[in-house]
Each structure stands twice: as structure tokens, then as C-alpha cells.
């Protein structure tokens, strides 16, 4: 995991850590930034590092000038990214898969475990995502292959086609629709 030590990867973002006393919080400009962490248990500081990160990857500005609608927004979106940002989805994955065990995630990022449930649910819902993306194109192709058959369109598809060639003209009319016309 030292890919994910907080000295590597501030390093990797020409970010530079300072430990003390006060509520962490970061500061930054375009081409470098000051991460101050508080001194709290390593999952604690490891957690505020990443959402400290997150406002320096993605926000700009100073947050204390916003709206607090803004402010709210900003603080929302810190910890969706910093998920992201603590646990890289090839990195959790396969780690995920063969311990499959919260705590011990917890353990190996040095994370506390809400983070790890919460990365745990996004892959999840991902995953979800995809399944039902991947179903709805199987779902349109097959609709779309059967319905670009020639002799397999339904009469009334057949006239409101020939009307619209007549109307735009053969010349305008795509392959496809030419091909249907043609074969019915």
C-alpha cells in the first residue's frame, strides 16, 4: 500500500503535508498546495488527507467565500472523490474479492470502516449500473436487428415509410430504411 501512503501520494499531486493541532484543512493554487492535517489516529488522518485531496483536485477558490449551499456541495463531492482517491478501484478490487472482510480492508488501507462500506456500496452500484446498461443494449440490438428485417416490418411501419421517401425524396432516405422499402 505504499502506493497510497499520504507522503506518495501528495508527492504525486506537488502537494506538501504539514501535521499539527487544528482541524485539517488545505490551501492551494493552481500548481501546488499545503495540506495541514490534524494529529488524529492514522485512519482519521489518512480519511481527512483524501478529502483535503478532493478539494484541491476539484475545487477552486476559497471555500469560505461561497454560499453555504456551495460550501455544502463542495464538502458532498470532497467525499465522494476522496473515496476514490483513498481506495483506487484496481487497487480495492481485487483486495475486496480475496479478503471480504470489512475490517480487514479497513486494516490495509488504514481507513476507518464507514469508508470501506461506502467504497464497497459504489463498486456495488457500479456494477449494477453496468449490468442494466449492458441488458438494455442486448435488449435494443435484438429489438433493432428484428426490426431491420426486411418482410418482419408491420404494414402500417411499411406505409409511414413509403410516405416518408415520397415526401423527402429516395436520395435522402438512409441505407437502412432503403433496404426495408425494397425488400417488403
Known amino acids: 500500500m505504499e502506493h497510497l501512503a499520504i507522503d506518495h501520494v501528495a508527492t504525486a499531486f506537488n502537494t506538501m503535508v ?3 493541532d487544528f482541524p485539517s484543512h488545505a490551501t492551494y493554487d493552481h500548481d501546488f498546495a499545503i495540506i495541514r492535517l490534524k494529529r488524529n489516529p492514522v485512519p482519521t488522518m489518512r480519511k481527512e488527507f483524501f478529502h483535503e ?6 475545487h477552486y477558490g476559497d471555500q469560505n467565500q461561497l454560499p453555504q449551499e456551495f460550501n455544502s456541495l463542495q464538502e458532498r463531492q470532497a467525499y465522494w472523490i476522496s473515496l476514490y482517491l483513498a481506495m483506487p478501484r484496481h487497487i480495492f478490487e481485487p483486495l475486496a474479492f480475496k ?11 488504514e481507513l476507518p470502516e464507514e ?3 461506502e467504497r464497497v456500496k459504489t ?15 442486448e435488449q435494443e440490438s435484438k429489438f433493432r436487428t428484428k ?18 421517401e415520397s415526401q423527402v425524396g429516395e436520395e435522402n432516405i438512409n441505407y437502412e430504411v432503403s ?4 425488400g417488403h
Open 53 to 58: 485531496l478532493a478539494h484541491v483536485i476539484a
Open 123 to 137: 463498486i456495488q452500484r457500479e456494477q449494477c449500473r453496468t449490468n442494466q446498461q449492458i441488458q438494455l443494449h
Open 115 to 117: 469508508m470501506i462500506n
Open 179 to 182: 433496404r426495408l422499402l425494397r
Open 18 to 20: 504539514l501535521y499539527h
Open 99 to 109: 479478503h471480504q472482510c470489512i475490517a480487514t480492508l479497513a486494516e490495509l488501507f
Open 147 to 164: 426490426s431491420l428485417q426486411p418482410k418482419q416490418i408491420y404494414p402500417s411501419t411499411y406505409d409511414v415509410l413509403k410516405q416518408l
